[in-house]
């Protein structure tokens, strides 16, 4: 194995196999506590409302925290960011069902730590996706390519590990789902410290300053990122209109899904199977849209994509319909989701550059995931107020207008304009690598 440091022709797959490796652990732990955690409160309190809150409590701080991250992401270096948080997660991720078998996890507890986690896990997150353009530079691999396997490792991560979680829950409980997810944590923390090649994931450098002044602080390199952000009308759009996606989806995902698995009767097994059947078709949409959405136009890939990956799902749980029918519409949904995040990708890696990467980054995961800790929330109440099947409908016409409606202004049209764009032909510092993974969830 050679030692990979960027400018000496030496070249190796480590830092971009480590960094990958990484996000797929966390990611999967992630994923398996997704389905045991609302299982976990929803059986122990047999409240939608306080399994919505739960959902809050850890998507909230997620999302302030990541928001204002990006400078220190940028300044510290994301490698020294990533460990420290996924061991933070870990702690906080063992310490619920260590707190539940004493007999000493009261509710008010649970929320400050699933806080903990989210406040932790956002800018670890973050700190893996400002790691690959690095990783791609030492193993010479295409930046194109490197957040196409981020993106297919997140895919895979959204496949394996509802399953694993529901197959645990059922098996031996939600608790030894929350075990899991801690360790998977732990392991993402060792990678990241031990694994990669000595060197990387240093702080990145800022521009030349003009003589005499002092060194950006952390509120001028958060502007830069805001200001460059403020001018991007159609990131913009994208971002607003993904917010509300996302909303809906954590509402479906932490609430609605469990509450259905457990009126229906077919418990958390069914939960996983669903996630299971949505992650693979979305690898498998992943994989055509590398192959053939260069040759589409975006937006009609784009749009298409959203077409068969949202009100669907709502729709095919209101019906009452078995379970068969479920799956496929599932399957369908997952296809059409999967095409989403390459177009996403190709949008973004032309427009942000590397130097503001993270606080750019930050900054619109943190506004695309705003409505996230809300979406459980709204769920969990609105399912204690009418009922699942009113909320479902709603949901899916809801998915339905946002996504159709905010496709009719005009700045969707640079979409297709920057697909014309020859990458190639960029400065080296105007590369950038895509958070587009954390646009859709």
Known sequence: MTEDVPGSGKRSLRPLSGVLAAMAVSLTGTRVSAVALPW???????????????????????????????????RIGPRAVSWTTDLASATAAAAVPLFHTLHMLSFPLLLALVALIG????????????????????????????????????????????????????????????????????????????????????????????????????????????????????????????GVTNLLDAGFTTVLMPVWAKESGNGPTAIGLMGSVLGAAAVAGSLVASLAAHRLRRRLVFFTGFLLAGAPRFLILASHAPMGAVLAVFAVSGFGSGFLNPVLGAVLFE???????????????????????????????????????????????????????????????????????????????????????????
């Open 40 to 74: 976990f409160v929803l059986v122990t309190t047999g409240s939608a409302t306080q399994t919505g809150l739960v959902a809050f409590c850890e998507m909230t701080p997620y999302v302030a925290v990541k928001a204002f991250t990006g400078p220190l992401v940028d």
């Open 119 to 242: 406040a932790v896990r956002g800018p670890g997150d973050l700190a893996k996706e400002v790691m690959v353009p690095e990783a791609a530079e030492r193993g010479g691999v295409p930046l194109e390519r490197a957040t196409g396997l981020s993106g297919v490792t997140e895919r895979l991560a959204s496949t394996i590990g509802p399953a694993a979680g529901g197959s645990l829950v059922a098996l031996l409980g939600p608790l030894t789902g929350l075990v899991v997810n801690a360790g998977c944590f732990a392991l993402g923390s060792v990678i990241i410290a031990l694994a990669l090649p000595r060197g990387m994931g240093h702080a990145v450098e800022e521009a030349p300053s003009q003589a005499g002044q002092p060194e950006p602080g952390y509120w001028r390199r958060f502007g830069e990122g805001f200001t460059f952000l403020r001018g991007e009308l159609l990131l913009l759009t994208v971002i607003v209109m993904v």
């Open 351 to 441: 427009r942000v550059p590397r130097r503001i990467l993270g606080r750019v980054s930050a900054l619109g995961d943190s506004l695309a995931w705003a409505g996230i800790p809300l979406g459980g929330l709204a769920a969990g109440a609105a399912v204690a107020s009418v009922g699942l099947a009113p909320v479902l409908l709603a949901g899916a016409a809801a998915y339905f207008l946002t996504t159709n409606l905010t496709g009719l202004r005009p700045e969707w049209r640079e979409m297709d304009r920057a697909s014309g764009r020859d990458a190639h032909d960029r400065q080296p510092e105007e590369a950038v690598q895509s958070s587009s993974a954390n646009l859709t969830t």
